[in-house]
């Protein structure tokens, strides 16, 4: 069982940055693709980003690419989350994912593991 602990979320102004962290602990994280998602008032949770063990591949949903940078430190145990250019539609809940990277005929995807941090709000307004 993983725990994480998000942190560094806030409230700030359209176009500014902020970088988040999720600290893990109780597993071997190093062997975890790494996934963050966010979720706004009423709906769904989406995926964001995700970072495979050895930071070799990521995916980014089209609504953040070349915004948001996601990496990790195996030797910390904690995965960042790089947010520039924030937009209000980025308001939501962000919450990291330790994970697996899925193989198979059509490509890969991302499985979420079942432990989930209590998330930190990021609020982008004017």
């Known amino acids: 069982q993983v725990q994480l602990v998000e942190s560094g979320g806030g409230l700030v102004q359209p176009g500014g940055s902020l970088k988040l962290s999720c600290a893990a602990s109780g597993s071997i994280f190093s062997s975890n693709t790494m996934g963050w998602y966010r979720q706004a008032p009423e709906k769904q949770r989406e995926l964001v980003a995700t970072?495979?063990?050895?930071?070799?591949?990521?995916y980014y949903a089209d609504s953040v690419k070349g915004r948001f940078t996601i990496s990790r430190d195996n030797a910390k145990n904690t995965v960042y989350l790089q947010m520039n250019s924030l937009q209000p539609e980025d308001t939501a809940v962000y919450y990291c994912?330790?994970?697996?990277?899925?193989?198979?005929?059509?490509?890969?995807?991302?499985?979420?593991?079942?432990?989930w941090g209590q998330g930190t709000q990021v609020t982008v307004s004017s």
């Open positions: 970072i495979t063990s050895g930071g070799s591949t990521n």
């Open positions: 994912n330790a994970g697996h990277t899925v193989y198979n005929r059509d490509g890969s995807y991302f499985r979420a593991g079942a432990s």
